[in-house]
């Protein structure tokens, strides 16, 4: 029988994502997310303005990487439609959201990842792609940077270290060789170059159980450390905390760091990250259309609260009045200086 390429990789297939809640619930911790933040006055968690559409669309991805949250690999065919984008369009067109983030998988590799683009900006809308940077090296993407800057996106990168054999623990073999090639590449069109207006950022996720470091002291080490090594300058550091979900939740199981992990994300808990959750300010869109609260809700199948739960159904009003769906990987997002899709949320204490 032919294997996935996550077999092939030596990674299992995740669990089911009521089996993932069902064992991050089963672990003995001091507190749920729900009693933490009634702590502090934030439950229920309700949004503020919302300013960013994150439209995941798909899990196809060029890579299997270990502490993937969406379970995103070559063998995934999950794959949004032309016919939901223009729903996802529609609906934009109906607010005054200023930011589309879209996301994957590897989102290039959707057929008409182009063509949500180039409507974004006709709307004028800002436009993140979350790029694994290898992509870039792939015969099918030779333009791909090109179109990118042609078309002012914003790249954000993932990138787990500046050194290789980090890189490639977590990403497999020959990721960070392909990864300086695409930066370089970027950087050659003018991306990260003070006055260009192509803003590249990375993003960074700890290789192991435990919390990144100051986002601020990392992003000075590795702009001199990258511009030393292979003259490649970025404008910003993301620091992410890995979600003990998916395959993540895998590794944490099989090197029996869970408990240990779990136990240090509640005992972090920071009140001061709560203002800043990504929760607040955005909605995610699943490749199929369904609306959630955050990446991470998606992954795990928690759908909002509201009655408009798929993007056809699209009701701004309604959205704005939900309140947001919190379970025990919330944690992932409060701990230390806390964690979003625009990384660290306050300048508080950080525990490694």
């Not at 303005?49 to 993937?68: E, F, P, R, S, Y």
């Not at 609906?91 to 983030?101: E, G, N, P």
């Not at 939740?249 to 090197?255: G, V």
Request: proline share 4%; hydrophobic share 35%.
């Amino acid at each position: 029988m032919k294997k996935t390429a996550a077999e092939r990789s030596g990674q299992r297939r995740s669990a089911s994502p009521s089996e993932q809640l069902a064992v991050l619930r089963g672990v003995a911790v001091d507190q749920d997310f729900h009693t933490a933040l009634s702590a502090v006055g934030s439950y229920p968690l309700l949004p503020t303005a919302i300013d960013t559409m994150q439209i995941n669309v798909g899990k196809l991805c060029n890579q299997t990487c270990l502490h993937c949250h969406v379970d995103a690999g070559p063998d995934r065919r999950e794959v949004m439609t032309r016919k939901t984008m223009q729903q996802c369009l529609d609906a934009l067109a109906q607010t005054t959201i200023s930011t589309v983030d879209v996301t994957g998988g590897a989102p290039e590799l959707n057929p008409n990842f182009r063509w949500l683009v180039e409507q974004c900006r006709r709307f004028d809308r800002h436009v993140i792609d979350r790029c694994n940077l290898t992509v870039l090296d792939l015969p099918s993407q030779t333009e791909l940077a090109e179109f990118l800057a042609a078309n002012q996106v914003e790249v954000v990168c993932s990138l787990p270290h500046y050194r290789e054999l980090n890189t490639d623990r977590q990403r497999g073999a020959g990721v960070f060789a392909k990864s300086i090639k695409g930066l370089q590449r970027l950087n050659a069109l003018g991306y990260g170059v003070a006055g260009t207006g192509l803003r590249l950022v990375l993003v960074t996720n700890p290789v192991g159980a435990f919390l990144p470091a100051g986002q601020k002291s990392l992003e000075q080490e590795w702009k001199e450390e990258l511009e030393r090594r292979y003259g490649i300058q970025f404008d910003a550091l993301y620091t992410i905390t890995n979600m003990p979900i998916s395959r993540f939740l895998d590794w944490l199981i099989e090197s029996t760091n869970l408990d240990r992990y779990m136990e240090r994300l509640v005992t972090s808990f920071n009140p001061t990250t709560v203002e800043g959750l990504m929760c607040r300010t955005m909605l995610s869109i699943g490749w199929d259309g369904a609306i959630y609260d955050c990446d991470f809700n998606q992954m795990l199948e928690l759908p909002v609260t509201s009655p408009a739960r798929h993007i056809r159904d699209f009701d701004a009003h309604a959205l704005g009045l939900r309140e947001i769906v919190v379970d025990r990987h919330c944690f992932g997002c409060t701990a230390g200086a806390g964690s979003s899709c625009s990384g660290a949320t306050t300048t508080g204490p950080t525990t490694r």
